[in-house]
Protein backbone atom coordinates (compact mmCIF):
# COMPACT_ATOMS: atom_id res chain seq x y z
CA UNK A 1 0.00 0.00 0.00
CA UNK A 2 1.01 3.44 -0.36
CA UNK A 3 1.61 6.00 2.24
CA UNK A 4 -1.24 8.62 2.55
CA UNK A 5 -1.64 11.34 4.50
CA UNK A 6 -5.19 11.04 5.75
CA UNK A 7 -7.38 11.04 2.65
CA UNK A 8 -10.87 12.74 2.66
CA UNK A 9 -13.81 10.49 2.86
CA UNK A 10 -15.19 11.63 -0.51
CA UNK A 11 -12.19 10.70 -2.68
CA UNK A 12 -12.27 7.62 -0.71
CA UNK A 13 -15.87 6.60 -1.86
CA UNK A 14 -14.83 7.72 -5.55
CA UNK A 15 -11.67 5.00 -5.63
CA UNK A 16 -14.42 2.56 -4.21
CA UNK A 17 -16.70 3.19 -6.90
CA UNK A 18 -14.76 3.17 -9.65
CA UNK A 19 -12.71 -0.13 -8.41
CA UNK A 20 -16.14 -1.67 -7.97
CA UNK A 21 -17.72 -0.43 -11.51
CA UNK A 22 -14.01 -1.39 -13.44
CA UNK A 23 -14.58 -5.12 -11.79
CA UNK A 24 -17.79 -5.57 -13.14
CA UNK A 25 -16.42 -4.51 -16.82
CA UNK A 26 -13.54 -6.51 -16.36
CA UNK A 27 -15.57 -9.69 -15.55
CA UNK A 28 -18.15 -9.07 -17.96
CA UNK A 29 -15.75 -8.03 -20.68
CA UNK A 30 -14.37 -11.50 -21.54
CA UNK A 31 -14.11 -15.02 -20.51
CA UNK A 32 -10.19 -14.54 -19.75
CA UNK A 33 -10.80 -12.28 -16.76
CA UNK A 34 -13.93 -14.08 -15.52
CA UNK A 35 -10.88 -17.02 -14.70
CA UNK A 36 -9.18 -14.20 -12.83
CA UNK A 37 -9.43 -14.98 -8.92
CA UNK A 38 -12.34 -11.87 -7.52
CA UNK A 39 -10.47 -10.95 -4.49
CA UNK A 40 -7.11 -11.10 -6.49
CA UNK A 41 -8.82 -8.86 -9.20
CA UNK A 42 -10.46 -6.23 -7.08
CA UNK A 43 -7.08 -5.64 -5.21
CA UNK A 44 -5.50 -5.15 -8.07
CA UNK A 45 -7.65 -2.58 -9.36
CA UNK A 46 -8.12 -0.90 -5.95
CA UNK A 47 -4.30 -0.41 -6.44
CA UNK A 48 -4.99 0.84 -10.04
CA UNK A 49 -7.56 3.23 -8.90
CA UNK A 50 -5.50 4.29 -6.29
CA UNK A 51 -2.33 5.70 -8.01
CA UNK A 52 -3.96 7.09 -10.83
CA UNK A 53 -6.23 9.33 -8.51
CA UNK A 54 -2.69 10.08 -6.93
CA UNK A 55 -0.77 11.08 -10.27
CA UNK A 56 -4.14 13.16 -11.28
CA UNK A 57 -4.06 14.89 -7.96
CA UNK A 58 -0.44 15.52 -8.58
CA UNK A 59 1.79 12.73 -7.20
CA UNK A 60 4.30 10.82 -9.11
CA UNK A 61 4.12 8.79 -12.29
CA UNK A 62 6.38 5.78 -10.82
CA UNK A 63 3.84 3.83 -8.99
CA UNK A 64 1.66 3.90 -12.08
CA UNK A 65 3.82 3.02 -14.05
CA UNK A 66 5.48 0.05 -12.10
CA UNK A 67 1.81 -1.23 -11.44
CA UNK A 68 0.53 -1.21 -15.01
CA UNK A 69 4.03 -3.10 -16.17
CA UNK A 70 3.63 -5.44 -13.06
CA UNK A 71 0.13 -5.90 -13.64
CA UNK A 72 -0.32 -6.42 -17.73
CA UNK A 73 3.01 -9.16 -17.60
CA UNK A 74 1.16 -10.83 -14.32
CA UNK A 75 -2.19 -11.03 -16.51
CA UNK A 76 -0.48 -12.48 -19.17
CA UNK A 77 1.50 -15.47 -17.25
CA UNK A 78 -1.69 -16.57 -15.92
CA UNK A 79 -2.96 -16.96 -19.34
CA UNK A 80 -5.21 -14.47 -20.70
CA UNK A 81 -4.75 -13.27 -24.53
CA UNK A 82 -3.00 -9.97 -24.98
CA UNK A 83 -5.95 -9.01 -26.79
CA UNK A 84 -8.18 -9.47 -23.57
CA UNK A 85 -6.13 -7.53 -21.52
CA UNK A 86 -6.17 -4.61 -24.25
CA UNK A 87 -10.17 -5.15 -24.67
CA UNK A 88 -10.67 -4.21 -20.54
CA UNK A 89 -8.08 -1.66 -20.55
CA UNK A 90 -10.18 0.10 -23.15
CA UNK A 91 -13.32 -0.61 -20.68
CA UNK A 92 -11.71 1.22 -18.01
CA UNK A 93 -10.58 4.11 -19.85
CA UNK A 94 -13.65 4.81 -21.01
CA UNK A 95 -14.89 4.48 -17.18
CA UNK A 96 -11.79 6.91 -16.00
CA UNK A 97 -12.73 9.31 -19.00
CA UNK A 98 -16.19 9.53 -17.79
CA UNK A 99 -14.98 10.75 -14.68
CA UNK A 100 -12.53 13.22 -15.54
CA UNK A 101 -13.89 14.29 -18.82
CA UNK A 102 -12.94 17.96 -17.61
CA UNK A 103 -9.59 17.62 -16.67
CA UNK A 104 -6.90 17.54 -18.95
CA UNK A 105 -4.05 16.28 -16.79
CA UNK A 106 -6.38 12.98 -16.23
CA UNK A 107 -6.44 12.49 -19.91
CA UNK A 108 -2.81 13.04 -20.58
CA UNK A 109 -2.37 10.13 -17.73
CA UNK A 110 -4.33 7.70 -19.62
CA UNK A 111 -2.53 8.30 -22.71
CA UNK A 112 0.69 7.51 -20.73
CA UNK A 113 -1.13 4.55 -19.57
CA UNK A 114 -2.52 3.43 -22.41
CA UNK A 115 1.44 3.70 -24.36
CA UNK A 116 2.38 2.00 -20.79
CA UNK A 117 -0.14 -1.11 -21.04
CA UNK A 118 0.82 -1.75 -25.13
CA UNK A 119 4.00 -1.52 -24.71
CA UNK A 120 3.30 -4.33 -22.27
CA UNK A 121 1.56 -6.26 -24.39
CA UNK A 122 3.71 -6.17 -27.53
CA UNK A 123 6.84 -7.10 -24.86
CA UNK A 124 4.51 -10.06 -23.37
CA UNK A 125 3.31 -11.91 -26.51
CA UNK A 126 6.29 -14.29 -26.60
CA UNK A 127 5.46 -15.50 -22.73
CA UNK A 128 2.38 -17.06 -24.56
CA UNK A 129 1.95 -18.46 -27.94
CA UNK A 130 -2.05 -18.08 -28.32
CA UNK A 131 -3.77 -21.09 -30.16
CA UNK A 132 -6.64 -19.35 -30.61
CA UNK A 133 -8.30 -15.62 -31.18
CA UNK A 134 -10.72 -14.74 -28.15
CA UNK A 135 -14.06 -14.69 -30.03
CA UNK A 136 -15.42 -12.26 -27.91
CA UNK A 137 -12.56 -9.70 -28.43
CA UNK A 138 -12.86 -10.52 -32.52
CA UNK A 139 -16.67 -9.89 -32.04
CA UNK A 140 -15.88 -6.30 -30.05
CA UNK A 141 -13.34 -5.59 -32.92
CA UNK A 142 -15.73 -6.31 -35.99
CA UNK A 143 -18.67 -4.31 -33.93
CA UNK A 144 -16.23 -1.17 -33.28
CA UNK A 145 -15.59 -1.25 -37.26
CA UNK A 146 -18.75 -1.70 -37.82
CA UNK A 147 -19.85 1.65 -36.41
CA UNK A 148 -17.18 3.64 -38.07
CA UNK A 149 -18.00 1.99 -41.17
CA UNK A 150 -21.52 3.05 -40.50
CA UNK A 151 -20.29 6.62 -39.46
CA UNK A 152 -18.66 7.29 -42.51
CA UNK A 153 -21.50 6.19 -44.79
CA UNK A 154 -23.47 8.95 -42.70
CA UNK A 155 -20.89 11.80 -43.86
CA UNK A 156 -20.66 10.65 -47.32
CA UNK A 157 -24.36 10.33 -47.26
CA UNK A 158 -25.11 13.72 -45.91
CA UNK A 159 -22.36 15.61 -47.86
CA UNK A 160 -21.46 14.29 -51.06
CA UNK A 161 -17.75 13.33 -52.21
CA UNK A 162 -15.64 16.32 -51.42
CA UNK A 163 -17.97 17.92 -49.72
CA UNK A 164 -18.80 18.59 -46.07
CA UNK A 165 -16.75 20.28 -43.45
CA UNK A 166 -15.34 22.81 -45.68
CA UNK A 167 -11.22 23.20 -45.57
CA UNK A 168 -10.98 26.42 -43.58
CA UNK A 169 -13.24 24.55 -40.41
CA UNK A 170 -9.67 23.09 -39.55
CA UNK A 171 -6.32 25.24 -39.36
CA UNK A 172 -3.49 23.67 -40.97
CA UNK A 173 -2.10 22.75 -37.56
CA UNK A 174 -5.29 20.49 -36.47
CA UNK A 175 -5.48 19.23 -40.16
CA UNK A 176 -1.47 18.00 -39.26
CA UNK A 177 -2.30 16.30 -36.40
CA UNK A 178 -5.10 14.69 -37.52
CA UNK A 179 -2.65 13.47 -40.33
CA UNK A 180 -0.42 11.89 -38.12
CA UNK A 181 -2.88 10.24 -36.18
CA UNK A 182 -4.22 8.94 -39.14
CA UNK A 183 -0.92 7.68 -39.95
CA UNK A 184 -0.98 6.03 -36.14
CA UNK A 185 1.02 8.13 -34.30
CA UNK A 186 0.96 8.47 -30.70
CA UNK A 187 0.28 12.38 -29.21
CA UNK A 188 3.89 12.19 -28.15
CA UNK A 189 5.44 11.31 -31.31
CA UNK A 190 2.92 13.61 -33.22
CA UNK A 191 4.76 16.69 -30.46
CA UNK A 192 7.95 15.37 -31.59
CA UNK A 193 7.21 15.28 -35.23
CA UNK A 194 5.35 18.80 -35.20
CA UNK A 195 8.22 20.62 -32.67
CA UNK A 196 5.56 21.62 -30.66
CA UNK A 197 4.77 20.63 -26.53
CA UNK A 198 2.01 17.48 -26.12
CA UNK A 199 -0.10 19.66 -24.61
CA UNK A 200 -0.49 21.91 -27.24
CA UNK A 201 -1.18 18.64 -29.65
CA UNK A 202 -3.91 18.11 -27.17
CA UNK A 203 -5.11 21.33 -27.43
CA UNK A 204 -5.24 20.93 -31.48
CA UNK A 205 -7.15 17.34 -31.64
CA UNK A 206 -9.94 18.87 -28.65
CA UNK A 207 -10.20 22.01 -31.12
CA UNK A 208 -10.48 19.45 -34.16
CA UNK A 209 -12.74 17.24 -32.64
CA UNK A 210 -15.08 20.15 -31.32
CA UNK A 211 -15.11 21.47 -35.18
CA UNK A 212 -16.17 18.42 -36.61
CA UNK A 213 -18.25 17.53 -33.93
CA UNK A 214 -16.73 14.07 -33.16
CA UNK A 215 -16.98 11.81 -30.31
CA UNK A 216 -13.19 11.69 -29.86
CA UNK A 217 -10.16 11.63 -31.52
CA UNK A 218 -10.91 8.41 -33.93
CA UNK A 219 -14.20 9.40 -34.32
CA UNK A 220 -12.41 13.13 -35.79
CA UNK A 221 -9.49 11.52 -37.94
CA UNK A 222 -12.62 9.33 -39.66
CA UNK A 223 -14.69 12.33 -40.58
CA UNK A 224 -11.88 14.09 -41.41
CA UNK A 225 -10.91 11.49 -44.06
CA UNK A 226 -14.20 11.52 -45.47
CA UNK A 227 -14.55 15.16 -45.77
CA UNK A 228 -11.05 14.93 -47.52
CA UNK A 229 -9.72 17.57 -44.91
CA UNK A 230 -7.26 14.75 -44.25
CA UNK A 231 -5.33 12.38 -46.58
CA UNK A 232 -3.79 9.53 -44.51
CA UNK A 233 0.11 8.95 -45.60
CA UNK A 234 0.41 6.10 -48.21
CA UNK A 235 1.55 2.44 -46.60
CA UNK A 236 4.92 1.84 -46.85
Given at each position: ????????????????????????????????????????????????????????????L????????????????????????????????????????????A????????????????????????????????????????????S???????????????????????????????????????????????????????????????????????????????????A?
Open positions: MLDRQAPEPGRNRRIGAATSAMARLARRRNAGYRRVDPDDLRRSLATFSTVFFDAVDGGPEPLDRYLTDTVARRLRQGLHPLEVFGVWQDLRWLLELNFAEQPTIHLLDHAEQMVITQLRDGVPLRSPDSWPSQELSALRRSIERLNVLELVEQQAGPGTGVPPAALTPREREVLTHAAAGLTVEQTAEAMVVSSATVRTYITRAVEKLGAANRVHAVALAVACGLVVPPAS
